[in-house]
């Protein structure tokens, strides 16, 4: 199993902006289907965010979405999630997931089993 990693978690205010990054080393994530799950505290772990390869077409969730983009740095190997107008809810700590078997991700881009490898995660605390 590819091991990804995840960076960038930390302390943000309300309304503000945060951004992860996700990458690996000995594997592409270019070419694969990826996303951003998030567990809060007592919550399930639940789908954020997710982008194809190729045409880079891209799913959010309802609660983030106008808030939060998706995007992929192949230049360096990376998937980024900009987390902008930050709340409390958005509390949570964030994993990076890699479909090893498909470039796109399609309508069900949210199902937590069609991904194959995943990071540790990180947390991202919003509180003021």
Known sequence: QVQLVETG??????????????????????????????QAPGKEREGVAAISSGADDTYYADSVKGRFTISRDNTANALILQMNNLKPDDTAVYYCARRNWARRCGPNWYVQTSYTDWGQGTQVTVSS
Request: aromatic share 10%.
């Open 9 to 38: 978690g930390g302390s943000a205010q309300p309304g503000g902006s945060h951004r992860l990054s996700c990458s690996t080393s000995g594997s592409t994530l270019s070419t694969y289907c990826m996303g951003w799950f998030r």
